[in-house]
């Protein structure tokens, strides 16, 4: 069950209208790593879980927390909206000023929302369900949930940097730190597990299976081998299990594949005779 709080999490209100700014907003709420990705991620993963109950009511937390920053993102565009000039735009194109105020205004925030937010991204691409991430492996999971939170936190912060605004900076700062304690969660939470399990996804595969003379090495298959100063090189692999070796000079582990011709109802290209 959820419980709608008419409060907001934390204040979101401009100084003033930016129809441009409001398009450029989007992008941390409907974009690949926005506010609507992490909700929906993070209660899909915590819904999934089986077992683990202190890992599924973290994520519901969490989960929830980030619908309450899609409410306030979606309630910062729409004042970032109100009062834009949207009957102009025809005089823009004739209006040099007024073309280069109102030209990167995203339309559809005045043709189909009503000068509202949307579900989609700062290009008007809309948010995809194909974004979320929510495997069962919650170590796996975690991981997909850093990257999600680093990248969100990248984001906003280059948001930050391109308004003079300071309502929608105050608003972005709680963002920002909201961001900040979410990658340390994620952090802690991945180590706890790797204590548990190792640092291998999943850690119940029999390693004995893999081919275990490549399970520790590097292939340089670029040009140069600057790679080969990483710590990926060299020394005791990260998960205990062998050393680190670098292959300089690459050889393939097989012979060139050789396909048998297609039967005739397939209609392929014939063999060259």
Do not use: C
């Amino acid at each position: 069950m959820f419980y709608h709080v008419k409060e907001l999490q934390y204040w979101a209100k401009p100084e003033r209208p930016d129809p441009v700014y409001a398009k450029k907003l989007q992008e941390i709420l409907g974009g690949q790593f926005g506010e609507i990705s992490v909700a929906i991620q993070y209660l899909f993963q915590g819904w999934n879980t089986r077992g683990n109950e202190k890992y599924r009511d973290m994520l519901m937390d969490v989960g929830t927390e980030e619908l309450a920053h899609i409410e306030m993102l979606t309630t910062m565009i729409a004042h970032l909206l109100e009062g834009a000039p949207v009957d102009q735009q025809e005089q823009a194109a004739q209006d040099p000023v007024l073309g280069a105020i109102l030209g990167g205004m995203n339309p559809q925030h005045a043709i189909v929302s009503g000068l509202g937010a949307m579900p989609v991204n700062s290009v008007g691409v809309p948010w995809n369900g194909g974004y979320t991430i929510a495997s069962g492996n919650l170590l796996a999971d975690f991981r997909a949930n850093l990257n999600a939170e680093s990248q969100g936190r990248l984001q906003a912060v280059r948001l930050y940097e391109q308004t003079d605004d300071r309502g929608v900076k105050d608003m972005l700062s709680f963002l920002i730190a909201r961001d900040t304690m979410h990658q340390n969660q994620w952090l802690a939470a991945i180590s706890e597990l790797e204590a548990q399990e190792g640092v291998i996804v999943p850690s119940t595969f029999p390693r004995e299976l893999e081919k275990r003379e490549v399970s520790h090495l590097f292939i340089n298959l670029s040009r140069g081998e600057e790679s080969a100063q990483g710590r990926w090189a060299s020394g005791p692999s990260m998960d205990g299990e062998g050393e680190f070796q670098y292959f300089a000079e690459p050889y393939p582990f097989a012979d060139a594949p050789s396909l048998n011709p297609a039967p005739p109802y397939i209609h392929d290209t014939p063999p060259m005779m």
